[in-house]
């Protein structure tokens, strides 16, 4: 199988998600993948096709493998997907497949619902793919390992593997900086960096950086389109703990309805919880956050000033070049 036929495999893949929603086997698959995991509702099924899709589109995929030479010689590529979000783990296999290596994929019990679907439609359309895909329960023999996890897994799959080559993934957050000129489209937009997936993703938005004279308060009716998320039963069994801890513990919060913000140098908060800190120089805030990029997976910001940044609403949209914790993985696979 040629890289032509890979590409168009995707292009068809592409087009057939595209049109999912409209057809009844997607009911099917939303109940299936709420089954297995109850953090996959429909809303965020749907969301991740269409960001799945954009990601894909047009000519991103010939421009994206044209700076890429071929693989003549394919190696089992084993990859750990973890259960976090809806098609999580899908760029790692676009990436496997089209470098002409072979997938060998390791899934999550509360995540085995959709490789094998879009695995099912490359296969259908063309039956090559079938000797290039692979689901496993553990890993026999592979040759390049692609794992993603927390920072407790990443010691484990470092050692474990520790022969061969690997990209191994571990806890990172993603942050927001606003400066005070921002409108309610802006607000509107940062929100769903925050609440997408429930908060569960690397690229969701944990933590504000907000100036000194800021209200954070104005950010509440921006954020009340979220107010869905309070039908969620496994959303708010959390916020409803966090609310007790910082209630019982005397500790003073914002409380959005179903958002709890708190004042914190952390980056990592609680599901339900997002935190936020003030600063008072630019230049000061960028410095820490380059100190910090190794636990940053991105960051969202409509002021040029912030370095490295993409604009609100762009946290859950990545572009094929958007690399998983700044690692180019199609050249990883080429030099290994």
């Known amino acids: 199988m040629i890289l032509e036929d890979r590409i168009i495999a995707f292009e068809y893949l592409r087009d057939h998600l595209l049109l999912l929603s409209q057809k009844p086997q ?78 060998v994929g390791k899934l999550s019990k509360n995540n085995n619902i959709f490789i094998p679907f879009v695995s099912e ?39 474990k593997y520790a022969n ?45 950086f907000i100036p000194r004279q800021f209200n954070i308060n104005k950010l509440k009716d921006a954020f009340s389109s979220f107010l869905r998320f309070n039908s969620n039963a496994n959303y708010m069994d959390n916020y409803n703990y966090q609310k007790s801890l910082f209630t019982l513990n005397n500790t003073e919060f914002i409380d959005f309805d179903n958002l709890l913000l708190f004042e914190s140098n952390d980056l990592h908060s609680p599901i339900s919880v997002l935190y936020y800190q003030y600063y008072d120089d630019m230049d000061a805030l960028n410095k820490f956050l380059l100190n910090q990029s190794h636990q940053i997976q991105c960051i969202v910001a409509n002021d040029s000033c912030v370095n490295s940044a993409m604009c609100f609403g762009q946290a859950q949209q990545p572009t094929l070049f958007d690399f998983p914790d700044g690692v180019d993985v199609m050249k990883f696979l080429f030099s290994s």
């Open 164 to 208: 061969i080559a690997k990209i191994v993934r571990k806890d990172r957050v993603s942050v927001g900086v606003l400066n005070g000129l921002e409108n309610t489209s802006d607000f509107e937009k940062i929100a769903y960096d925050i609440y997408s997936y429930f908060g569960l993703g690397c690229r969701s938005v944990s933590k504000l």
């Open 26 to 103: 997607f009911e099917i698959l939303c109940q299936r993948a709420y089954e297995n995991n109850n953090w996959f509702t429909k809303d965020s099924i749907n969301y991740s096709l269409l960001s799945l899709c954009s990601m894909i589109k047009g000519e991103s995929l010939r421009k994206f493998v044209a700076i890429y030479k071929t693989n003549d010689k394919p190696k089992k590529v084993g990859v750990v997907v973890p259960s976090n979000l809806p098609f999580v783990g899908f760029y790692d296999f676009l990436c496997v497949l089209l470098s002409g290596n072979i997938y």
């Open 121 to 159: 439609i490359l296969i259908e359309y063309q039956p090559d793919f079938k000797k290039y895909i692979h689901i496993v329960d553990d890993f026999k023999t592979i040759d390049i390992l692609i794992a993603t996890g927390s920072n407790l897994t990443a010691r484990y799959f470092n050692y």
